[in-house]
């Protein structure tokens, strides 16, 4: 009885080590082997949308580092440096609310889009590691009481799902 027992702890113990050990596979970078970290130029804003500058330097770092494949550093210290553009911003009514007689008075929901592009480039050399490549992403927000402060949550939430894009075009391109 006690061998059996034995035995069976024995075999648990196996079937426990072949299933922890797994096939091998491991979750990892897909980044270029040389390139470690990453710098976050300042972001050049061709709009008049007056916080889009800093939302969308915080998302991207903030996805940086959410991604982990790469580390933000100081431009001087970085491996490579991402330079981005925001092009434009459209906010458009989607859905209209406050009807009556035929008249709208108040839209209830909208569309904000930012478009931008982004380079990364290795200091010193003249090439891009990544060209020029335009990104774009839309949200919808709505808003209760005050609308700039719905736009401007509708704007940080485009801007986090751009970032992430570009965190992935950068990650990703090899």
């Known amino acids: 009885m006690n061998s059996e027992r034995s035995a069976a702890v024995l075999l648990f113990s196996l079937l426990l080590c072949l299933v922890l050990s797994g096939c091998g596979y491991h979750m990892g970078s897909m980044m270029h082997p040389q390139i470690k970290s990453i710098a976050i130029s300042?972001?050049?804003?061709?709009?008049?949308?007056?916080?889009?500058?800093?939302?969308?330097?915080?998302?991207?770092?903030?996805a940086f580092q959410f991604d982990n494949s790469l580390a933000l550093k100081e431009k001087d210290e970085a491996d490579c440096i991402l330079y981005c553009r925001i092009v434009s911003v459209d906010v458009r009514s989607i859905r209209e609310s406050s009807t009556d007689a035929d008249r709208t008075y108040r839209p209830s929901e909208f569309r904000i889009t930012?478009?931008?592009?982004f380079m990364v480039k290795i200091p010193?050399?003249?090439?891009?590691?990544?060209?020029?490549?335009?990104?774009?992403?839309a949200v919808n927000y709505q808003y209760n009481a005050d609308p700039n402060?719905?736009?401007?949550?509708?704007?940080?939430?485009?801007?986090?799902d751009l970032s992430r894009l570009?965190?992935?075009?950068?990650?990703?391109a090899w």
């Open 42 to 62: 300042d972001i050049r804003n061709d709009t008049r949308e007056p916080l889009l500058t800093a939302t969308m330097r915080n998302q991207l770092a903030a």
């Open 114 to 117: 930012i478009n931008a592009e």
């Open 149 to 160: 402060v719905g736009k401007y949550y509708g704007m940080r939430q485009a801007a986090y």
């Open 166 to 172: 570009i965190v992935q075009y950068t990650t990703e």
């Open 124 to 137: 010193g050399k003249s090439e891009p590691l990544i060209p020029l490549r335009p990104v774009s992403r």
